[in-house]
């Protein structure tokens, strides 16, 4: 707190921005906390509760992370960024790791020098129609009119879908999901586009929500996963692979239940060498043995994380459809730990 | 002659008659109806209308909110006990209500600093706003903002008293010289301010503010309708002074300062206020190494006092050419110079025409602190927009959390404008 007001603003012009740029693992390390972005609030995904704690989806991701490098999940300075100053915050190294639903993109990856470093959530683009229309799948949606957030890629891919299926619709802008969610029970629009997590969030807090249905057309590929800055390979491989922990967990039956009692040692090499009891793989991360034993013991493995903040008995109510493990038909499959 | 007495007469009225009731048309609240509301066929009609809309608005609004539900959890439950009945959930409020006043991250065990901090904040504006109050009370008006940020923002007591020293001392010594040079006085009170400053932050020993008496609470950390609150008044306070300044700056003869001026309100008037908070919070980032950047707080408090400087200055602009050429000339052939003249004839009286120019600048800016909710500040409406709305508990509610926000700034505003409405009847010597 020596840098105040006053005085920081003097000490600021002083001080070059020359100064060599140490890696983030070691940033992070002697700062004792890692700067995590996340929303500012999307129901399960990230929120502040009650008490003024992080929650959700997303906030699993960086808590695991602060797990595996401090030893600690809950040494995190969580930011909060809109969707307009999430990557400034990342570029300019006010945040050392953005989780907040952001979609994969080429341009994002290349163009703005950021690295994806894997895949939390398969989410795509749906629609939700009142059931008393009758429509049982989006072809039949000709000349509906169709609520949608401006500015966003839903928007375009909309456009795309109806081009391409050779149908007519009437866009109805609307600004923010809050707004839509009104516009769209006021009946000013036929239909709601967006993320299919966000129309089952959105759905989860209606007065009847099984007045409305959700298609099963998904029109658009949108993975959302984690981010950190170009460059930093060092980081990024910590970031991916405490991610692929908390994956490979689920996949090898360990929970934060029975976590303890296989660290200790068991017949599967592959758990062994995950946990630590056996092979140098946190070594190789420059992290501790038991790193991913800590990140998966911070909030569970990743089903756990998923039924405990959107899963089928939360509000939101998500299946796991897409973000099932690879071996139930989903598309989860974490590189082998080795 | 005439046997006309008054003894004579069968009956003389000798007492006045007791004056008759008004025609029940002409009196009391019908005759109030008959002259308001009921005067011609339109008005009438008008009257009717009205009343069909109020009663259509009362009928919708009152059932929902006197079925009001106060004392749930979550909205899904407030839905159960209302079972499909018309009623709000006003739950959310008394849930939530501390971190829609304080943000969600302000202790909750310091919430009386802030409280306290506003209390202090009615006594250290009072002989401000209510100059038949003691002058000498200006002087814990002084003091104020230095105890304000030491409460709010804790830390150790020395920081906030080595900025104060810092201002004592540059007031020191523009009184010294002022008599010889403003030059020299004003360069010289900044030269002593700054080095004040710099020998006390080095007196500071690191670490002071660990183990203070009040527990350090970061800018990020502040929130709800007090960080609304804080910039409104920490930004119309820097603004007027600024304000002022700019405005004669824009009229003087000196092509310079005439000219900086003159770009700056230009400019600023020229830019969204969005963009400037996006430039504070946003590009700042860049320019600063990330380890010693200028505080959140402080460049948002920079950019809005900049714009409402800008807008004060051409209101006040106003003002200065609304007056007659011959107070100018007046003043001057008394043989004031310049600052005694802006100070003792010009001022006064230009200001006085300027109140509701910049009372309602003054109001714009406290509702424009909204704003800070896009740079991710979370301010009252940051607050209900990103955190509440996007638990799972209150996603859905809107009507109470929004008419609560809209009724806390109702009652700020309201008051503002009531002062100023008082301070133009108070000021009022042209006897109209």
């Known amino acids: ?338 | 002659m005439s046997d006309t007495h008054a003894q004579t007469v069968a009956f003389v009225r000798e007492t006045q008659i007791p004056p008759a009731p008004p025609p029940a048309s002409e009196t009391g609240v019908v005759k109030w109806l008959r002259e308001n509301l009921f005067s011609n066929a339109a008005n009438s009609a008008l009257t009717i209308a009205a009343l069909a809309v109020i009663y259509m608005v009362l009928q919708n609004t009152l059932p929902w909110i006197l079925n009001g539900v106060w004392t749930t959890s979550s909205l899904a439950e407030c839905r159960e006990i209302l079972q499909g009945k018309t009623g709000a959930c006003f739950s959310v409020l008394t849930e939530r209500w501390n971190q829609l006043l304080y943000g969600f991250k302000y202790p909750s065990d310091a919430y009386w600093r802030p409280n306290l901090a506003l209390v202090l904040l009615l006594f250290a504006a009072a002989p401000v706003l209510f100059f038949d109050l003691p002058r000498k009370l200006l002087i814990f008006t002084a003091i104020y903002p230095f105890l304000a940020f030491w409460l709010i923002w804790g830390g150790t007591l020395m920081v906030p008293v080595v900025a104060l020293l810092g201002f004592a001392a540059a007031a020191a010594v523009f009184q010294t010289f002022s008599k010889s040079s403003f030059a020299i006085a004003f360069f010289g009170a900044i030269a002593a301010a700054f080095a004040v400053w710099i020998l006390g932050g080095l007196l500071i020993p690191e670490g002071a503010s660990e183990n203070a008496w009040l527990a350090p609470v970061p800018s990020r950390d502040l929130g709800g309708f007090m960080l609304n609150l804080m910039l409104g008044v920490t930004c119309v306070s820097l603004s007027l002074p600024l304000g002022i300044a700019l405005a004669l700056g824009r009229q003087s003869d000196m092509p310079l300062i005439k000219w900086m001026c003159v770009i700056f309100i230009e400019f600023v008037r020229g830019v969204p206020l969005i963009t400037l908070l996006f430039v504070a919070s946003v590009m700042l980032a860049y320019f600063f190494p990330p380890e010693s950047t200028v505080d959140l707080f402080l460049r948002v408090v920079i950019m809005i006092t900049m714009f409402s400087a800008a807008y004060i200055a051409e209101v006040i602009r106003g003002g200065l050419a609304a007056l007659p050429k011959g107070q100018y000339e007046a003043a001057d052939s008394l043989g004031l110079d310049y600052a005694q003249a802006m100070r003792l004839i010009i001022l006064p009286q230009a200001l006085k025409i300027s109140i509701p120019g910049i009372v309602n600048v003054a109001v714009g800016l406290f509702k424009d602190t909204t704003l800070v909710s896009v740079i991710s500040m979370f301010d009252l409406v940051g607050m209900i927009r990103g955190p509440i709305l996007a638990s799972t508990e209150w996603n859905g509610v809107y009507w109470e959390l929004l008419g609560f926000a809209a009724l806390l700034f109702f009652v700020v505003c309201y008051g503002i404008s009531q002062y100023s409405q008082w301070l133009e009847r108070r000021l009022a010597t042209d006897h109209r």
Request: hydrophobic share 40%; charged share 20%.
């Open chain 1, 1 to 338: 707190m020596k840098k105040t007001v006053f005085l920081g603003a003097l000490t600021v012009a002083g001080l070059a921005a020359g100064a060599a740029a140490a890696g983030t693992l070691d940033d992070v390390k002697a700062r004792g906390k890692l700067n995590c972005g996340v929303t500012t609030g999307l129901v399960g995904f990230a929120a502040p509760n009650a008490n003024g704690e992080w929650e959700g989806f997303d906030v699993a991701v960086c808590r695991a992370v602060a797990a595996a490098v401090l030893g600690d999940s809950t040494a995190v300075e969580f930011v909060p960024t809109t969707g307009k100053t999430r990557f400034t915050a990342l570029a300019s190294g006010e945040i050392d790791l953005l989780a907040r639903n952001t979609t994969w993109t080429f341009s994002r990856d290349v163009d703005l020098k950021f690295e994806f470093v894997g895949v939390n959530y398969y989410d795509g683009q749906g629609f939700m129609v009142p059931k008393e229309l009758g429509v049982s799948s989006a072809k039949e949606l000709d000349g509906a009119t169709v609520c949608i957030q401006t500015g966003t890629t839903t928007e375009l891919n909309l456009a795309d879908f109806f081009r391409s299926n050779n149908i007519s619709y009437e866009p109805v802008p609307i600004e923010t999901n809050a707004e839509a969610q009104q516009q769209y029970l006021a009946g000013s629009c036929d239909v709601y586009t967006t993320d299919a997590s966000g129309l089952a969030a959105t759905r989860a807090t209606f007065d009847d929500p099984s007045g409305h249905v959700i298609l099963p057309e998904i029109i658009s590929k949108e993975p959302l996963g984690p981010l950190v800055r170009h460059g930093d390979h060092e980081w990024g491989d910590v970031v991916r692979w405490s991610l692929m922990a908390l994956i490979a967990a689920e996949e090898l039956g360990i929970t934060s239940a029975n976590i303890s009692e296989m660290a200790a040692g068991t017949d599967n090499p592959e758990i062994n060498r995950l946990l630590g009891s056996e092979g140098t793989l946190g070594e190789m991360l420059g992290l501790e043995a038991d790193w991913a034993q800590k990140a998966v013991a911070a909030g569970g493995n990743y089903g756990e994380i998923f039924a405990k903040n959107i899963g089928e008995d939360t509000p939101v109510g998500l299946a796991r459809g897409l973000n099932a493990q690879w071996t139930e038909g989903g598309l989860l499959y974490a590189p082998p730990f080795r």
